[in-house]
């Protein structure tokens, strides 16, 4: 699987107002360790949501997430499309999904997070999206459609949360 990456300017509301799975912090620096939030704000039309999905894309390694009182946590691992350095080690393989089991009523919020290095080859502006399927007793919400090149993000249902990869080491968001 190859990084899922486009341009800034393509993709800058991927996350915004309109998607219902958002991640907290919408920027990263390459190289850095992210800690990622996704936040789920709502159910599925009234039903509680039973279980999220996050997908790890190509370049997120080293992923390890949070556990969450009262869900069941587990993650799918497989090979990575190239390896990566990982302080000295090489990885070749590694968390590709998480997945947390358990109960959120429509009427609450919450967050799902997790920790990752952002060790892939992106350039100033790239995006990196984590496509996130959230399910319910009698549906999905599904938070995985990412913007073709040149596709207004605001014209999808359902985008993907998306993370804009910054390079300059000086710009981290504090």
Same mark, same amino acid.
């Given at each position: 699987?190859? =990084?899922?990456?486009?341009?800034?300017?393509?993709?800058?509301?991927? #996350? &915004? $107002?309109?998607?219902? @799975?958002?991640?907290?912090?919408?920027? $990263?620096?390459?190289?850095?360790?992210?800690?990622?939030?996704? !936040?789920?704000?709502?159910? +599925?039309?009234?039903?509680?949501?039973? !279980?999220?999905?996050?997908?790890?894309?190509?370049?997120?390694?080293?992923?390890? %997430?949070?556990?969450?009182?009262?869900?069941?946590?587990?993650?799918?691992?497989?090979?990575? /499309?190239?390896?990566?350095?990982?302080?000295? /080690?090489?990885? #070749?393989?590694?968390?590709?999904?998480?997945?947390?089991?358990?109960?959120?009523? /429509? @009427?609450?919020?919450?967050?799902?997070?997790? !920790?990752?290095?952002? @060790?892939?080859?992106?350039?100033? &502006?790239?995006?990196?999206?984590? %496509?996130?399927?959230?399910? +319910?007793?009698? &549906?999905? $919400?599904?938070?995985?459609?990412?913007?073709? $090149?040149?596709?207004? =993000?605001?014209?999808?249902?359902? %985008?993907? %949360?998306?993370?804009?990869?910054?390079?300059?080491?000086? @710009?981290?968001?504090?």
């Amino acid at each position: 699987m190859k =990084p899922i990456v486009i341009s800034t300017a393509l993709a800058l509301g991927a #996350t &915004g $107002a309109l998607a219902h @799975a958002t991640l907290e912090t919408q920027s $990263a620096v390459a190289g850095s360790t992210y800690k990622g939030v996704m !936040r789920i704000g709502h159910g +599925c039309d009234g039903e509680a949501t039973l !279980r999220v999905d996050i997908h790890i894309p190509e370049g997120v390694i080293a992923v390890k %997430p949070m556990p969450k009182p009262g869900w069941t946590l587990t993650s799918t691992t497989g090979t990575y /499309d190239q390896s990566y350095d990982h302080y000295g /080690d090489t990885l #070749t393989e590694g968390v590709k999904t998480l997945t947390w089991e358990g109960s959120l009523d /429509d @009427a609450h919020y919450d967050e799902f997070t997790f !920790r990752a290095k952002l @060790a892939g080859d992106w350039s100033e &502006g790239d995006m990196v999206f984590f %496509p996130t399927l959230q399910t +319910c007793a009698n &549906g999905t $919400a599904e938070w995985m459609t990412i913007p073709a $090149a040149g596709q207004d =993000p605001h014209d999808l249902n359902g %985008p993907a %949360p998306g993370l804009k990869i910054k390079t300059d080491h000086s @710009a981290h968001d504090h």
